[in-house]
């Protein structure tokens, strides 16, 4: 029997294209409980800073309404941290933030921020919800994390996803696979995603390791041409081809 991977879609950009409008339309609680009727094992949700997509009411209501674990994308601000604690997801990943990025750049420097993640990650773990860190692919920052006491890591998969050149990209898959080698070595659950595709996904979900995988611009990109749920089953199938 191939291993269970778990499929967590990222609701993030059905927000963008509601708050294009500034109304109601499309809502991304229904894409949420879509995406679950369709394999969804959880759900995705980055309240920014700036509220650019997912807005506050956005994050009650999935909290509310949405019958499988929640994984809160936050940066590591008394802030979020105050709305975590108020809602307490099930998950809620730490993120590193910059106000004009597009998007999330890169991982979460857990070792150069190390003092200043100690006190919001003690107080997650202390209101009982699972913390990840959103890292780059480095063994270091994986230890880092592990002396945080955050019991996940989420590997950033962007930089493999973007690199056009083959052995670019060749490069990038042998960071993520020795990062998902040495979470299991140290005791860190491993997650994986940023910027999945059909075409990347296969090669994420083969690494025996990594038992999570968030993934949501390409997949709302997709419902456009063929529908939200055909997007994630064929999402899930990619990744159940793939699984060891
Ligand atoms: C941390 C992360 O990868 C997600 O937040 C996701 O990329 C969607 O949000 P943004 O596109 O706003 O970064
Ligand atoms: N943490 C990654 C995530 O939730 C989804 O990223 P993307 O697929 O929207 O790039």
Redesign the pocket.
């Known amino acids: 029997m191939s291993r269970f991977l778990r499929l967590?879609v990222?609701i993030?950009?059905v927000a963008t294209v509601r708050n294009a409008r500034g109304g109601a339309h499309p809502d991304p609680v229904r894409a949420a409980l879509l995406a679950i009727q369709a394999g969804a094992d959880g759900i995705?949700a980055?309240l920014r800073e700036d509220r650019r997509h997912i807005i506050d009411r956005d994050i009650e209501r999935l909290m509310a309404e949405i019958d499988r674990p929640l994984n809160f994308?936050m940066a590591a601000t008394d802030e979020m941290l105050a709305i975590a604690l108020r809602h307490t997801p099930h998950a809620a990943?730490l993120v590193p933030e910059k106000r004009t990025e597009v998007?999330t750049e890169g991982g979460l420097n857990a070792v150069g921020a190390f003092d200043f993640l100690t006190r919001p990650i003690g107080a997650l773990n202390d209101a009982g919800i699972r913390v990840s860190l959103?890292i780059d692919p480095e063994p270091a920052q994986l230890d880092a994390a592990k002396a945080l006491g955050a019991p996940v890591v989420?590997l950033h998969t962007g930089a493999y996803c973007d690199a056009e050149d083959p052995t670019e990209r060749a490069r990038e898959l042998s960071r993520i696979v020795r990062a998902a080698a040495h979470a299991e070595e140290i005791g860190l659950e491993c997650h994986a995603?940023?910027?999945?595709t059909y075409e990347t996904v296969g090669s994420v979900a083969a690494i025996g390791t990594i038992v999570e995988l968030?993934?949501?611009?390409?997949l709302v990109g997709e419902a456009i041409f063929g529908g939200l749920a055909d997007a994630i089953r064929r999402m899930r199938a990619a990744m159940d081809a793939a699984c060891p």
């Open positions: 967590g990222n993030d950009h995705t980055h994308e990943c998007t959103f989420e995603g940023h910027g999945l968030n993934i949501g611009h390409f």
